[in-house]
Protein backbone atom coordinates (compact mmCIF):
# COMPACT_ATOMS: atom_id res chain seq x y z
CA UNK A 1 0.00 0.00 0.00
CA UNK A 2 1.29 3.69 -0.01
CA UNK A 3 0.10 6.92 -1.34
CA UNK A 4 -0.59 7.20 -4.82
CA UNK A 5 0.49 9.89 -6.83
CA UNK A 6 -0.70 10.68 -10.94
CA UNK A 7 1.96 13.00 -12.18
CA UNK A 8 0.38 14.29 -15.91
CA UNK A 9 3.00 16.33 -17.30
CA UNK A 10 3.87 16.06 -21.59
CA UNK A 11 7.47 17.47 -20.64
CA UNK A 12 9.46 14.95 -20.45
CA UNK A 13 12.33 16.25 -18.54
CA UNK A 14 10.17 17.22 -16.19
CA UNK A 15 8.09 14.52 -15.66
CA UNK A 16 11.18 11.97 -14.67
CA UNK A 17 12.69 14.78 -12.29
CA UNK A 18 9.52 14.58 -10.83
CA UNK A 19 8.76 10.47 -10.98
CA UNK A 20 12.29 10.60 -9.37
CA UNK A 21 12.42 12.28 -6.76
CA UNK A 22 8.73 11.43 -5.30
CA UNK A 23 9.62 7.72 -6.23
CA UNK A 24 12.79 8.27 -3.23
CA UNK A 25 9.84 9.95 -0.97
CA UNK A 26 8.23 6.73 -0.80
CA UNK A 27 4.96 7.38 -3.02
CA UNK A 28 4.11 4.86 -5.74
CA UNK A 29 4.15 6.95 -8.74
CA UNK A 30 1.81 5.81 -12.11
CA UNK A 31 2.61 9.02 -15.14
CA UNK A 32 0.34 10.26 -18.01
CA UNK A 33 1.88 12.49 -20.89
CA UNK A 34 -1.34 13.79 -22.49
CA UNK A 35 -5.04 14.21 -21.17
CA UNK A 36 -6.26 10.69 -22.63
CA UNK A 37 -3.93 8.79 -21.32
CA UNK A 38 -4.18 10.88 -18.17
CA UNK A 39 -7.51 9.44 -17.72
CA UNK A 40 -7.29 6.32 -18.35
CA UNK A 41 -4.68 5.82 -15.67
CA UNK A 42 -6.92 7.80 -13.30
CA UNK A 43 -9.48 5.22 -13.98
CA UNK A 44 -7.30 2.21 -13.42
CA UNK A 45 -5.13 3.03 -11.03
CA UNK A 46 -7.62 5.33 -8.62
CA UNK A 47 -4.56 7.88 -7.03
CA UNK A 48 -5.01 9.48 -4.10
CA UNK A 49 -2.62 12.95 -5.53
CA UNK A 50 -2.91 13.89 -9.02
CA UNK A 51 0.12 16.43 -10.16
CA UNK A 52 -1.28 17.91 -13.20
CA UNK A 53 0.36 19.96 -15.60
CA UNK A 54 -2.14 22.92 -17.00
CA UNK A 55 -0.89 22.79 -20.38
CA UNK A 56 -1.36 19.18 -22.12
CA UNK A 57 -2.03 17.74 -25.62
CA UNK A 58 -5.30 16.49 -26.31
CA UNK A 59 -7.12 17.40 -23.55
CA UNK A 60 -6.19 20.59 -21.04
CA UNK A 61 -5.57 20.44 -17.61
CA UNK A 62 -8.61 22.30 -16.42
CA UNK A 63 -10.62 19.83 -18.62
CA UNK A 64 -8.83 17.16 -17.15
CA UNK A 65 -9.54 18.38 -13.80
CA UNK A 66 -12.70 18.81 -14.08
CA UNK A 67 -13.57 14.90 -15.06
CA UNK A 68 -11.10 13.61 -12.30
CA UNK A 69 -13.60 15.49 -9.80
CA UNK A 70 -16.87 13.81 -11.50
CA UNK A 71 -15.76 10.63 -10.78
CA UNK A 72 -13.24 10.44 -7.88
CA UNK A 73 -11.75 12.25 -4.88
CA UNK A 74 -8.26 12.56 -5.36
CA UNK A 75 -6.17 15.42 -4.75
CA UNK A 76 -5.62 17.85 -7.16
CA UNK A 77 -2.22 20.15 -7.58
CA UNK A 78 -2.09 22.01 -10.91
CA UNK A 79 1.44 23.05 -12.40
CA UNK A 80 1.57 25.76 -14.49
CA UNK A 81 4.28 27.99 -16.19
CA UNK A 82 1.40 30.74 -16.61
CA UNK A 83 1.48 33.56 -13.49
CA UNK A 84 -1.66 35.23 -14.13
CA UNK A 85 -3.59 35.53 -10.96
CA UNK A 86 -6.97 35.14 -13.17
CA UNK A 87 -5.59 31.68 -14.22
CA UNK A 88 -4.99 30.79 -10.55
CA UNK A 89 -8.55 31.52 -9.41
CA UNK A 90 -9.87 29.38 -12.42
CA UNK A 91 -7.86 26.45 -11.74
CA UNK A 92 -9.09 26.50 -8.39
CA UNK A 93 -12.72 27.15 -8.65
CA UNK A 94 -12.48 24.27 -11.34
CA UNK A 95 -11.57 21.95 -8.23
CA UNK A 96 -7.76 21.83 -8.00
CA UNK A 97 -7.01 21.60 -4.28
CA UNK A 98 -3.22 23.97 -4.90
CA UNK A 99 -1.58 25.37 -7.30
CA UNK A 100 1.58 25.47 -7.84
CA UNK A 101 4.09 28.11 -10.80
CA UNK A 102 6.93 27.18 -12.75
CA UNK A 103 9.70 26.86 -12.13
CA UNK A 104 9.22 25.34 -8.84
CA UNK A 105 11.38 23.43 -6.66
CA UNK A 106 10.70 19.54 -5.89
CA UNK A 107 11.04 20.37 -2.31
CA UNK A 108 8.12 22.32 -2.28
CA UNK A 109 6.22 20.09 -4.72
CA UNK A 110 6.83 18.02 -1.93
CA UNK A 111 6.19 20.17 1.01
CA UNK A 112 2.95 20.88 -1.00
CA UNK A 113 1.71 16.92 -1.26
CA UNK A 114 2.23 16.30 2.38
CA UNK A 115 0.10 19.75 3.20
CA UNK A 116 -2.17 18.11 0.87
CA UNK A 117 -2.81 14.86 2.04
CA UNK A 118 -2.83 16.28 5.81
CA UNK A 119 -6.19 18.09 4.79
CA UNK A 120 -7.20 14.89 3.75
CA UNK A 121 -7.00 13.28 6.93
CA UNK A 122 -4.21 10.56 4.86
CA UNK A 123 -1.59 8.99 6.77
CA UNK A 124 2.39 10.03 4.97
CA UNK A 125 3.46 7.56 7.13
CA UNK A 126 6.33 5.33 5.23
CA UNK A 127 6.94 9.10 3.13
CA UNK A 128 10.66 10.05 3.47
CA UNK A 129 11.09 14.18 3.36
CA UNK A 130 14.04 14.35 0.80
CA UNK A 131 16.67 15.86 1.72
CA UNK A 132 18.29 16.53 -1.69
CA UNK A 133 15.95 18.97 -3.47
CA UNK A 134 16.20 20.03 -6.64
CA UNK A 135 14.62 22.50 -9.12
CA UNK A 136 12.61 22.18 -12.07
CA1 LIG B 1 2.87 21.13 -20.48
Same mark, same amino acid.
Request: with cysteine; aromatic share 6%.
Given at each position: =????? /????? #? #??????????????????????? %???????????????????? =????????????????? %??? %??? =????????????????? %??? +??????? !?? *?? /? !?????? /??? *? =?? *?? +?????????????
Amino acid at each position: =MGIKV /LIIED #E #EKILSLMEDFLQTEGYNIVTAKD %GKTAVSRFEEHKPDIVILDW =MLPQMNGLDVCRYFRQI %GEP %GII =MVTAKTEETDKIVGLEM %GAD +DYLTKPF !SL *RE /L !SARIRS /LLR *R =MN *RS +DSGVQSNVLPGAI
